[in-house]
């Protein structure tokens, strides 16, 4: 089998490649997104966290 | 467990069972909208709706396939293995679309009888084999995989 | 398991395991079923779509019952973690109904002639997709999170009365949608050259939910329990 063959699918190439390229983004979405959320949150709290401690020791 | 969480518990059950079967009465009295097409014995017995778009099911008879005059038009006779009915289509055909292969027709009867399908819908079965293994199948003289249940 | 800090801290040293092998069974799965699977006798070439529409038709119904059984937890045992667990599931699990939807119209396309048809295999499982919307949409309306947990739970389990409707709706009904070809009591109507690559592929996504999950459990812990000790000395070390 050639990679053209391959690659056509028998003529199906729109179907299936797309069946298999929108499975794979959807995929990869998924996992970069809860990925990126728990690294901003993790420095959010730590400027959150400065601050509060900053504060505190202003007022005392 | 204690006492409060079988409560909630069984509260939960409660409600679940009392959602089933709500859900069962409506889809029951909503079994004929579900159903997704007749066969040609409902036509032949008269259950199908007249003067109205319906769907039906069957199996294109062998050799029926006719291409009468120039362009897309084609017919062919339907069948569930009890009654047959002769559909006339003009478009495009899916590509499974062939004799011997279970499909269903969108459309209405005209007066001759005949059924006018403004859309032709391939179905196939559940069972699904390499070509060589089909070629060794016809050769060998062996049943075709079986049809399923609905008949087509 | 039941306390955030050691769920953290599991899911932490579980993840990058969990994703190298999701990354092995992927490829092995998409071999298999790109490659070394024959061609079918009557569809050609484009039933390789299969590979990926069952694995993730599964999914989303195995992800649905987790979600409600979450939520029998949740309203039984008043359980945090279960409450985390449920409404980070839904979003992967409205990915994969998603992906089970639009690979079947991709499919249903070229061999049955349409994208779309309202049979009630097609309509049940879209019906699944709004009720992951439904507890998504629900959850994030309602501002008081412990509040929004049990609504959800709630939502969860009434909407598993579906799953059995998606499961039987081919054979209860009349439908365009083809019967199942593997079933757990039957001898599959395929060749293991088929059926192999489909259970790679629905072992890799079962791995890939959990790696998703645990991802979002943790980004969720995290936010939710921001006020407590243990997010503080993380954060701070």
Redesign the interface.
């Known amino acids: 089998m050639s990679l053209s063959e391959?690659l056509n699918?028998?003529?199906?190439a729109v179907?299936?490649w797309?069946?298999?390229g929108?499975?794979l983004g959807?995929?990869l979405i998924?996992?970069w997104l809860?990925?990126q959320?728990?690294k901003q949150?993790?420095k959010k709290?730590?400027r959150?966290?400065r601050q509060d401690r900053k504060r505190n020791d202003s007022s005392s | 467990m204690t006492p409060a969480r079988k409560k909630r518990l069984s509260l939960i059950v409660l409600m679940v069972i009392g959602v089933a079967v709500g859900v069962g009465f409506a889809l029951q009295s909503l079994n004929e909208n579900i159903m997704f097409f007749f066969s040609p014995a409902d036509i032949q017995a008269g259950k199908a709706p007249a003067n109205k778009d319906f769907r039906v099911g069957g199996v294109v008879v062998d050799g029926t396939v006719s291409r009468p005059g120039e362009g897309l038009t084609v017919e062919f006779d339907l069948t569930d293995n009890d009654s047959t009915v002769k559909v006339k289509y003009t478009g495009i055909l899916p590509d499974l679309f062939r004799e011997g292969q279970g499909i269903i027709a969108n459309g209405r009867l005209n007066a001759q009888g005949d059924f006018i399908a403004q859309e032709v819908l391939a179905k196939h079965d559940e069972n699904y084999m390499p070509p060589e293994v089909m070629e060794a199948m016809k050769k060998s003289g062996q049943a075709m995989p079986s049809m399923n249940r609905n008949g087509i | 398991m039941g306390s955030p800090p050691h769920f953290y801290r599991f899911a932490g040293r579980w993840l990058p395991w969990l994703t190298g092998i999701f990354a092995i069974f992927l490829i092995v799965g998409?071999y298999g079923g790109?490659?070394m699977a024959p061609?079918d006798y009557q569809q050609?070439?484009?039933y390789?779509?299969i590979f990926?529409?069952v694995p993730?038709a599964w999914m989303s119904m195995f992800i649905y019952m987790v979600m409600a059984s979450c939520g029998i937890i949740v309203l039984v045992w008043r359980m945090k973690m279960a409450e985390i667990v449920l409404i980070s599931s839904a979003?992967?699990g409205a990915?994969f109904t998603?992906?089970a939807l639009?690979?079947g119209s991709?499919?249903g396309?070229?061999m049955w002639g349409t994208y779309w048809v309202w049979d009630a295999r097609l309509t049940s499982e879209l019906i699944l997709l709004f009720l992951y919307l439904g507890v998504l949409g629900l959850y994030g309306a309602i501002d008081d999170k412990r509040v929004a947990g049990r609504a959800v739970a709630i939502l969860a389990i009434v909407g598993m009365v579906n799953i059995p409707i998606i499961h039987y709706s081919v054979d209860w009904w009349n439908s365009l949608h083809q019967t199942a070809s593997l079933t757990k009591f039957e001898k599959p109507s395929m060749p293991p050259s088929m059926y192999v690559p489909i259970l790679i592929m629905a072992l890799a996504f079962k791995i890939?939910f959990v790696?998703?999950l645990f991802?979002?459990v943790?980004?969720e812990l995290?936010?939710r329990e921001?006020n407590s000790r243990w997010?503080?000395e993380l954060?701070?070390s």
């Open positions: 391959f699918m028998g003529g199906y179907f299936v797309s069946s298999y929108l499975t959807v995929l998924n996992w809860p990925f959320q728990h949150n993790l709290l730590k959150q966290y | 998409l790109l490659v061609p050609g070439e484009s390789r779509i990926v529409h993730a979003p992967v990915s998603f992906l639009v690979t991709l499919w396309k070229p890939y790696l998703a991802q979002r943790r980004a995290l936010y921001r997010v503080e954060v701070q």
